[in-house]
């Protein structure tokens, strides 16, 4: 049964990318507010994100890169992104296409955690995940 249990990867033992809220910009822009945890066990120098943007017809509207920046282990980080010429009602869904840059803080190298421990889900109308 030891054997059993050392084979399944911890809960803990993830990044976890949450998009927390979606809101109208006094322009008409949708303002996404993501909250990122890395529990992965290393510490990130550089975290960026290609996502693809879908309208409510199921199209790609646009590819983008969020930058994270650095992420220390143990460390939640909330950061926000103004879509500019889009309404969060146009949004039907965000799918996280790759990372772009994923770099050990300790190694400078790149690192597998980015998208290997990745866990994403999403408080909001839109669907959002891997």
């Known amino acids: 049964m030891a054997a059993a249990a050392q ?5 803990s033992n993830l990044f976890e ?7 109208e910009t006094g322009n008409g822009n949708c303002r996404l507010t993501y909250v990122a945890e890395n529990n992965s066990g ?3 120098d550089r975290t960026e994100y290609e996502v693809a943007i879908f309208d409510g ?6 590819l983008l890169v969020l930058k994270f920046g650095a992420l ?14 889009a309404a969060c009602s146009d949004i039907s869904r965000i799918v ?7 770099i050990d803080a300790e190694t400078g190298n790149d690192a597998d955690v980015c998208m290997s ?8 109308a839109i669907q959002f995940g891997i």
């Open 17 to 23: 990318l949450e998009l927390n809220a979606a809101a």
């Open 42 to 44: 290393t510490a990130l």
């Open 57 to 62: 017809e199921g199209v790609v509207t646009r």
């Open 72 to 85: 220390i282990d143990g460390k939640t980080r909330v950061l926000q992104f103004e879509l500019p010429g």
């Open 117 to 124: 421990a990745l866990s994403a889900s999403s408080r909001t």
């Open 96 to 102: 996280i296409n790759d990372s772009s840059a994923c």
């Open 7 to 11: 084979d399944e990867t911890p809960t």
